[in-house]
């Protein structure tokens, strides 16, 4: 025995424990676990992906509300600013409307009145802010040294400023002044830019120069015309 001992090449065995069973291989993964894994993993990624389109989305949708709130916000406090210069200005201007009628006022009444120093005061602020009002009284006041020394001269240049302007008590003065003078031709001048401004006394002053042909050919027909309409304004 000794002898096959020592000829057995045969490496010696570890002892088996006949109670313990030895382990299997692990079970490969069926085709149908592998088809549901890889569902699941696609789910997950769709899902995934899902959610993050929707909070793109969601983030984008606030942003552009944000931005929109932000627009509204601006053009809201455009609107109101505006309103509110509109109004300012609004409001100046018929404060200073309200002042140059009282100045106005103040003028023609202190004119009326023969206070004349008060007259010069206030109209002369008035003929300042080139109030046509304000410039035919410092006219008058210059025609008849009231308050101030007279000026013939300056007063005709005013009374056509204001005649000019469209102011019907100069108009008829300046007219009636040429027909003192027999300078009919600026008489009919000057009555002709008191009927376009639907005077009625400019129309029957140039009713009668046609029926008397003063600066003008007779013409009885147009006479009666004129006589008619300013008859018709009463």
């Not at 299997?24 to 894994?37: A, D, E, Q, R, Y």
């Amino acid at each position: 025995i000794n002898k096959l001992e020592k000829t057995n090449n045969t490496p010696p065995q570890l002892p088996i424990d006949a109670k313990k069973p030895l382990p299997l291989p692990p079970t490969p993964p069926s085709s149908n676990v592998i088809l549901k894994n890889t569902k699941l993993e696609a789910k997950a990624k769709a899902e995934a992906k899902a959610k993050t389109e929707l909070d793109a989305k969601v983030k984008a949708e606030a942003e552009a509300k944000a931005e929109a709130e932000a627009k509204a916000y601006k053009d809201a406090k455009i609107k109101s600013d505006s309103e509110a210069k509109a109004k300012l200005k609004a409001e100046a201007n018929a404060k200073a409307e309200l002042d140059l009628k009282n100045l106005e006022k103040e003028c023609g009444e202190s004119y009326k009145s023969n206070d004349y120093n008060n007259a010069l005061l206030k109209c002369a602020e008035l003929s300042n802010k080139n109030n046509i009002y304000g410039i035919r009284i410092m006219a008058q006041m210059y025609l008849n040294g009231h308050g101030i020394n007279q000026n013939i001269s300056k007063a005709n240049e005013l009374f056509i400023q204001t005649a000019a302007s469209g102011d019907i008590w100069s108009i008829n003065h300046l007219a009636d002044n040429a027909m003192k003078n027999k300078d009919y031709i600026n008489a009919y001048k000057w009555f002709s830019k008191g009927e376009e401004l639907d005077d009625t006394n400019s129309v029957y002053q140039l009713g009668l120069f046609y029926y008397n042909g003063l600066g003008v050919t007779q013409d009885f027909g147009i006479s009666y015309s004129k006589f008619i309409k300013s008859a018709e304004k009463n």
